[in-house]
Each structure stands twice: as structure tokens, then as C-alpha cells.
């Protein structure tokens, strides 16, 4: 290719962020770059054809993918925990438990949001439920409204980054490394992620009482006898199922793929056991299931035309050398490759990032040394920063879909701007300490 026409590659992506900002479906904003692009680089001469012939043993590579199963297992086992009440039921527990403490019912959003991120790892999923549990609840007796939806919010993301997150999944096979490395790597950035939160929580409720107070005794004193019975019903049934999905996956029982599917068939006797299991709520399970699944797959298949017509075009080499020298090699490479996907994350979704970035950074990654599965966790922990930035983070449009009238956008946005800083601070932490998350993997070898 001459130098005339290397720009065809890089101008790839500002077409699908074109298409993306005029409401064109991801999927097909992808494809047709890809289509428009190929044609014009084989009207110019520089794009052969015959890599088109791949894209068919590409789309059944993609189709007996193994691990990317792992996928409808974990969006079903979150899907049925949300639908079917059991989510609510443990917030409510969690909230009669920390209620006699001021900021107790934001400090239980802070931990069933951990609980719903380690059993489901769908962050709209976990920001929905809570939102429309938690945040009336909040706000009726006295709760600052940027305190309880930066926390809703903020809680919600949890899982993109605590295991078994279906972002994890993603970014081990676009990565190439093991998903349950991944998992095992990710636990703790992802418990000093909540840890962190829980004391932000606390403090605030310390020095300004009146935006997070107690809840009143006779809301959340119903009883010894009936909290424990709550207990043994509510929380402990999930509690065992996070180890069953977890433990099996960190101790080499189970690949995530198998775990999933445990940990659904798990979800399923949980809602049995409260009598919540019917034919209505497994339809909207498995259609929210299907619909999710169906979206994460289109994308694939786009961002594969996209990715097959980008190499054709020597695109790919363009970012190579772009990316891999950079002043100062290995630590300027993050600084761009972060504040690319951190910029990114405003606009598009995960899958988009690492389906179409990620290939593109993992060479030079390679070429520079980086331990790839640190590599994988770091992107989780910055993809998880993105969903909560404004004016574009997802799950900020999450929470305003289900938040009730007097609830401003400028309230949403306000209220996470501390946990954005907080999310910030643990990135750069396991940045300069790579042991945080190379620790557990190491020591399970």
C-alpha cells in the first residue's frame, strides 16, 4: 500500500463512530464500514478481495467458540436472580441489617451490589434492580439524592470488574488467556473496589448525618427470631451459590462455560425454593436472555467484517507501529491505550471495546512485554470507570430510565462524581501494584 492510501485504515473507525452517533445499530454500523470500506479499497487498488474469503471460517470459528458459552449461562443466572425477586428480597434483608447504622441502607447497596455482580456480572441487570428497589426506599426517609443514586450507580458497575463478569469472558478470548485466570485475578481489585466504596459511605455518613441517616426502628426492628429466618431463606442460599460458581472456577473444577451452567441451573432452584419459578418469569428470562446473546453476537460478526476489511488494508500494521513506539515503550502504550478505551467507554459499549480495540492493542502489548492478564483486569477496571462517567455512561442512563420524577439528571451526575474518583484511584493502584492482581493467580499455580 503507498503512503496515499494509509489513511483508509485509521478513517475506518471514525466512520463507525459517524454511524454510531446517528443511532445506527452497532452490529450493522460495523458491517457496513467494513462493506464500504472494502469496496473502496478495491476500487483504489489496495484491498485483495480474497481476504474475503475468510470471513465464513471466521463466523464458524466464532460459532464453536467454547468459551464464549460462558456468555447466555451468566446473563440467565442474572436475568432469573433479577426477575424472579430474589434480588429484592436480599437488598431488603441487607438494608433491615445495616438499617440501626447511618449510611446502613447505602452501605447494603454497596454490598448486594458486590452479591448481584459476583452471581450475575450484568451491570444493567444489577443498576435496573437496584434502582427501582433501593432508590424510592432511600430517598422516603431522608437519604441526600446524589449520595443514593452515586451509589446505585456506582454499585451497579461492580460487575464489569468482580467475577464471573461477562466482560471478563470477552476480554479472555478477544486476550487469548484463560477466563479463569481472569476471574481469579480480578477478586481482589474488585472487593478494594467495593471495600473502597463501603468506607466512602461511611465517611460521609459520619461527617454530614442528615444525607445518610438510620433507618427508623420500627422499619427495620421485625424481630430476632424473624431476622434470622430471613436470613437463613434470603441470604444464604445465594451465598452458597457464589461459591458453588466461584470456587469451582477458581480451584480448577469447573471452566467458567461449566460454571455458568451450574450456576444457572442454581438460580433456578433458588427461585423454585421461594416459589417464584413459574412459566411467565422463565419466558422473560430466557427472552432477555436471547435478545442480550443476540446483541452480543451481531456484534461479533460485525466487528469481525470490520477487523478482517481493517487488516486487509494494513491497518492493523499502521497501529502497530503507532502503538509500539510510542515515547516511553511499555508505560506510554498504557497511558494511550487507557485513556483510548476511557474516552471510548463514553460512547460505545464493552463489547464494541473489546471486540474491535483490544485485537488492536494485544500485538503491541505482546511486543512490549505486558502481562496479559493484567493487561485484561485493567481494562475491566477502566470499562467499569467509563459506565459511570457523564455525560455518556451507561449506567447513568440505566438509573435515570427507572429513577422517580423529583430525581434530576444533574442529582445522577453530581452523585457519581466521587465513586468515578474512587474508581480512578483503585485503577491507578493496581497500575503501580501489579501484585494486586497477579497475587491469587500466582498463588493457585
Known amino acids: 500500500m503507498t503512503l496515499a492510501y494509509e489513511w483508509l485504515g485509521p478513517f475506518m473507525f471514525l466512520g463507525a463512530l459517524i454511524l454510531l452517533s446517528l443511532g445506527y445499530p452497532v452490529a450493522f454500523s460495523l458491517g457496513g464500514v467494513a462493506i464500504l470500506f472494502g469496496i473502496l479499497g478495491v476500487i483504489l487498488g489496495v484491498f485483495d478481495p480474497i481476504f474475503l474469503t475468510a470471513m465464513p471460517q471466521r463466523i464458524f470459528g466464532i460459532m464453536t467458540n467454547y468459551t464464549l458459552l460462558a456468555i447466555p449461562y451468566f446473563i440467565f443466572l442474572g436475568s432469573m436472580l433479577e426477575k424472579t425477586g430474589i434480588a429484592e428480597k436480599l437488598l431488603e434483608t441487607m438494608g433491615i441489617i445495616f438499617g440501626k447504622m447511618r449510611g446502613g441502607l447505602a452501605l447494603a447497596v454497596v454490598v448486594v451490589g458486590a452479591l448481584l455482580a459476583a452471581t450475575t456480572g450484568v451491570v444493567a441487570a444489577t443498576v435496573v434492580a437496584m434502582g427501582l428497589i433501593s432508590l424510592p426506599v432511600m430517598l422516603r426517609y431522608g437519604y441526600n439524592k446524589q449520595l443514593a443514586t452515586g451509589v446505585i450507580a456506582a454499585s451497579g458497575t461492580l460487575g464489569q470488574i468482580i467475577p464471573p463478569s461477562v466482560v471478563?469472558?470477552?476480554?479472555?478470548?478477544?486476550?487469548?488467556?484463560?477466563?479463569?485466570?481472569?476471574?481469579?485475578?480480578?477478586?481482589?481489585?474488585?472487593?478494594?473496589?467495593?471495600?473502597?466504596?463501603?468506607?466512602?459511605?461511611?465517611?460521609?455518613?459520619?461527617?454530614?448525618?442528615?444525607?445518610?441517616?438510620?433507618?427508623?426502628?420500627?422499619?427495620?426492628?421485625?424481630?430476632?427470631?424473624?431476622?434470622?429466618?430471613?436470613?437463613?431463606?434470603?441470604?444464604?442460599?445465594?451465598?452458597?451459590?457464589?461459591?458453588?460458581?466461584?470456587?469451582?472456577?477458581f480451584f480448577g473444577i469447573a471452566t467458567p462455560t461449566e460454571a455458568g451452567a451450574v450456576g444457572s441451573l442454581g438460580a433456578m432452584i433458588l427461585a423454585a425454593f421461594n416459589r417464584r419459578l413459574n412459566w411467565a418469569a422463565l419466558k422473560q428470562v430466557c427472552d432477555a436472555t436471547m435478545r442480550i446473546t443476540s446483541m452480543v453476537i451481531f456484534i461479533l460478526l460485525g466487528s469481525t467484517a470490520f477487523s478482517l476489511v481493517f487488516r486487509g488494508l494494513n491497518g492493523d500494521r499502521f497501529m502497530f507501529d503507532l502503538l509500539s513506539n510510542l515515547p516511553g515503550g511499555a508505560i506510554g502504550f498504557l497511558v494511550v491505550s487507557m485513556l483510548s478505551i476511557f474516552i471510548l467507554g463514553f460512547f460505545i459499549d464493552f463489547?464494541?471495546?473489546?471486540?474491535?480495540?483490544?485485537?488492536?492493542?494485544?500485538?503491541?502489548?505482546?511486543?512490549?512485554?505486558?502481562?496479559?492478564?493484567?493487561?485484561?483486569?485493567?481494562?475491566?477496571?477502566?470499562?467499569?470507570?467509563?459506565?459511570?462517567?457523564?455525560?455518556?455512561?451507561?449506567?447513568?442512563?440505566?438509573?435515570?430510565?427507572?429513577?422517580?420524577?423529583?430525581?434530576?439528571?444533574?442529582?445522577?451526575?453530581?452523585?457519581?462524581?466521587?465513586?468515578i474518583l474512587l474508581q480512578l484511584l483503585i485503577l491507578m493502584l493496581i497500575i503501580i501494584f501489579p501484585q494486586l492482581v497477579n497475587f491469587l493467580p500466582s498463588a493457585s499455580l
Open 351 to 419: 463489547f464494541e471495546i473489546a471486540f474491535i480495540i483490544v485485537p488492536i492493542l494485544l500485538p503491541a502489548a505482546q511486543t512490549l512485554g505486558i502481562d496479559l492478564i493484567w493487561f485484561g483486569v485493567i481494562i475491566g477496571a477502566n470499562l467499569q470507570t467509563s459506565f459511570l462517567t457523564p455525560p455518556f455512561g451507561f449506567a447513568l442512563f440505566y438509573l435515570r430510565g427507572v429513577a422517580p420524577p423529583e430525581v434530576k439528571t444533574e442529582d445522577i451526575y453530581r452523585g457519581t462524581i466521587p465513586f
Open 168 to 249: 471478563l469472558v470477552v476480554l479472555g478470548d478477544q486476550l487469548g488467556v484463560s477466563v479463569g485466570d481472569l476471574f481469579i485475578g480480578s477478586l481482589i481489585p474488585g472487593l478494594l473496589m467495593a471495600g473502597t466504596f463501603a468506607a466512602h459511605v461511611l465517611i460521609v455518613a459520619f461527617l454530614k448525618p442528615d444525607v445518610a441517616p438510620a433507618l427508623p426502628a420500627e422499619v427495620r426492628e421485625i424481630g430476632g427470631k424473624a431476622l434470622g429466618q430471613r436470613i437463613i431463606k434470603v441470604m444464604i442460599p445465594p451465598l452458597l451459590l457464589i461459591i458453588l460458581v466461584l470456587g469451582s472456577i
